[in-house]
């Protein structure tokens, strides 16, 4: 079965404050792609990075870090130096063999709220 | 480049009607998937359509049925709405040529039902 667990519910941060956002993923295959996107207020969700299960080579694009760990099925996004922009629900999803037809699978969200 | 539009934005029907939301796919996309975001809730996927087909559908009631045009775009109908149907539906676009594995979301419909 598939399925993405995002533990955080809310997290609170004082700008400039780092903030690490947890994700654990369980699927079977041996081929799959992990994603963290940003929904602001707004409601559409911002692509942030893609990650396929054969590069756990972490990866930095400029505040923002990306752990991904397969021995403990996670891929943890940390933001350094927050800012009040960053204030947003994150979600972690996961996609499985490419293929036609596939699906996104969802964590629940983690809300953050970087207080200036 | 446009990116993912859907429409309308907001929508407010009663308990029983029907409804339908649509969605053009980001320009070069030829795949489109539609998901469900109840409120405090990771999106559910619905279903996928490529080639004017269903590819892939998630666990929802037949009253979600959807088409895909020539264009690309695509509807998302819901019959005999219930209160349980309120949420933001987002359409995602993709290629299939990338085999799918990055998506693009639109803004999404938010639709009460009352």
């Known amino acids: 079965a598939q399925k993405v667990t995002q533990a955080q519910t809310e997290i609170s941060v004082v700008e400039k404050e780092d903030v690490t956002l947890d994700c654990v993923y369980e699927?079977?295959?041996?081929?799959?792609?992990l994603f963290w996107y940003k929904q602001p207020p707004s409601g559409e969700l911002v692509f942030l990075i893609r990650?396929?299960?054969?590069?756990?080579q972490n990866e930095i694009s400029g505040r923002y870090s990306w752990n991904f760990q397969k021995s403990t099925s996670s891929f943890n996004f940390t933001i350094t130096a927050s800012q009040v922009v960053d204030s947003a629900v994150y979600f972690c999803?996961?996609?499985?063999?490419?293929?036609?037809?596939?699906?996104?699978?969802f964590g629940t969200g983690t809300s953050l709220t970087v207080i200036p | 480049d446009a990116g993912v539009t859907q429409s309308p934005t907001h929508l407010i029907k009663t308990r029983g009607q029907q409804v339908t939301l649509r969605c053009s796919p980001k320009?070069?996309?030829?795949?489109v998937s539609w998901y469900q975001q109840a409120l405090g809730q990771g999106p559910q996927f619905i279903f996928q359509?490529?080639?004017?087909?269903?590819?892939q559908r998630g666990n929802f009631p037949d009253r979600f049925s959807g088409h895909q045009f020539p264009n690309y775009s695509s509807e998302l109908n819901v019959n005999a709405l219930l209160l349980g149907d309120s949420a933001l539906y987002l359409c995602?676009?993709?290629?299939?040529?990338?085999?799918?594995?990055?998506?693009?979301f639109g803004q999404g419909t938010r639709l009460t039902v009352v």
């Open positions: 995602a676009s993709s290629l299939v040529l990338s085999q799918n594995t990055e998506a693009f």
């Open positions: 699927t079977r295959d041996t081929t799959y792609y």
């Open positions: 990650r396929n299960s054969f590069d756990e």
């Open positions: 999803a996961l996609s499985e063999a490419p293929s036609i037809g596939n699906q996104f699978y």
């Open positions: 320009s070069g996309h030829d795949t």
């Open positions: 359509y490529y080639e004017e087909e269903e590819r």
